[in-house]
């Protein structure tokens, strides 16, 4: 049995974040080397990763880090959709395969849901019982689970049931649903979808299994801060012995610190947190409620980091970083602040092209793409997004997205005058006098 990842799409809705989700980093591993390694859990060794020019490379440098495995690479042209995919890696499809979309985070016991159900139909797929509207394909099924229609992103209120597919999918045989996958013609972008459709009209067994375990999709940019609950959840408490920790600091709760990391005088942790290699949290900053700050970072004099990831080689100083999502390579200057709740406390939303999208929280702070820079006394509204190397000037409060490599700034004007203020020392002094009594 093999394990294929699709890695050769493009995240066209995560905007500012211009990483590939699975490359993104979750303590210390990219989300690519934490699925690899999850699959090895389930006994699973040989794996056919399917990549695009622009991220092979990255994939390859990836699996490199993990042994005890096997792994064969396949070239995706162009982001046509899973079916292209596959048929990009056909000369590695010769025996079961679980196809996996490696942006979902899902627990071990899918798999072991799947392999242990696999000779009870052609496919097996996982489904997720969801209480809100998602934006994926739903499953239509029969009083047997077995699948009898699969709809791709239905309008909201259209959904024929609320079983939501999970990209684990387990293939006996994988040449015939190739073979389906080059007889479907739809102009839509479910071909794949298409196939096994078409598989259960023709007869052929494709069984859903619920999947009541943790799942955490990584769709838009706000999903990031869900699966850096995931993983914090599930991590343990552990301090590098080469951690310095100041006798004056605060450390509670699950925390992990890692090399080198240095928790400055009057600092506090309070876990579940982490702090990558190299990182500084300095005097008087306080980190807390799910926050996940990455290597070589600054979390300098009087900051809050509150429930928020923060990328690599970030600088702060005396700011406030709530429910945000901070890129690799940024900097706020003293006084930056991010917004993360609306003073009329109704939901965030946020539009992804043409569409309004419901964040499903009221509390969301901003998403910075990488190497920004935010300048000092800033305010950054709810929910606003900055593309990657953009500067906002001092003093701005920004209330609406910034595009990539933009600069935005306060016009400011002055007067000049004459001064005519007579000053003296003698309300200093008399204030003094009172306090020193």
Excluded at 27 to 35: N, S, T, V
Excluded at 122 to 132: A, E, F, I, P
Excluded at 141 to 161: A, F, M, Y
Excluded at 349 to 378: E, H, M, P
Aim: glycine residues 8%.
């Amino acid at each position: 049995m093999k394990v294929v990842l699709l890695c050769g799409g493009t995240g066209k809705r995560m905007f500012p974040i211009g990483e590939d989700k699975f490359l993104l980093d979750f303590l210390g591993k990219p989300l690519l080397q934490h699925q690899i390694e999850m699959a090895q859990e389930a006994e699973i060794d040989r794996f056919v990763i399917i990549g695009n020019l622009a991220n092979i490379g990255q994939i390859k440098e990836v699996t490199q880090r993990v042994s005890g495995a096997e792994f064969e690479f396949a070239l995706q042209q162009k982001p046509l959709g899973i079916a292209d995919a596959l048929k990009s890696a056909t000369p590695f499809l010769n025996e079961q395969i679980v196809v996996v979309n490696p942006n979902d985070i899902f627990s071990i016991s899918g798999y072991k849901q799947i392999i242990r159900e696999a000779g009870q139909a052609t496919s097996l797929m996982l489904g997720y019982r969801v209480k809100d509207y998602f934006p994926g394909g739903y499953l239509e099924v029969d009083t047997g689970g077995n699948l009898k229609h699969i709809v791709e992103k239905p309008k909201p209120g259209e959904e024929p049931s609320d079983l939501v597919n999970i990209l684990v999918h387990l293939h006996r045989e994988p040449k015939r649903l190739l073979e389906y996958i080059d007889t479907v013609e739809t102009a839509r972008d479910d071909v794949y979808e298409s196939a096994l459709d078409n598989m259960v009209r023709d007869g052929y067994k494709i069984r859903v299994i619920p999947h009541h375990d943790s799942w955490a999709p990584i769709k838009y940019p706000w999903h990031i801060l869900k699966a850096m609950k995931y993983f914090l959840d599930r991590a343990e408490s552990h301090i590098s012995c080469t951690a310095h920790i100041s006798e004056k600091a605060t450390i509670e709760g699950k925390v992990i610190l890692c090399d080198n990391v240095r928790v400055l005088e009057n600092a506090v942790i309070r876990g579940p947190a982490y702090a990558g290699p190299n990182t500084v949290i300095g005097n008087n900053a306080l980190v807390r409620d799910y926050s996940h700050i990455g290597a070589n970072s600054v979390i300098g004099y009087s900051t809050e980091i509150k429930h928020s990831y923060i990328g690599n080689n970030c600088w702060f100083h005396a700011n406030y970083i709530g429910d945000s999502i901070i890129a690799d390579d940024c900097s706020f200057g003293s006084g930056a602040v991010t917004a993360n709740f609306r003073l009329d406390e109704k939901g965030i939303f946020i539009r992804i092209g043409s569409t309004k999208i419901d964040t499903g929280s009221d509390k969301l702070g901003a998403i910075v793409g990488q190497g920004c820079r935010i300048g000092i006394n800033a305010s950054l509204m709810p929910g606003v997004r900055i593309g990657a190397n953009s500067f906002v000037g001092p003093g701005v409060c920004l209330n609406r997205d910034l595009q990539a490599n933009k600069m935005i700034i306060v016009k400011q004007q002055y007067q000049t005058l004459e001064s005519i203020a007579k000053l003296t020392q003698r309300k200093r002094q008399e204030q003094l006098d009172k306090l020193m009594k």
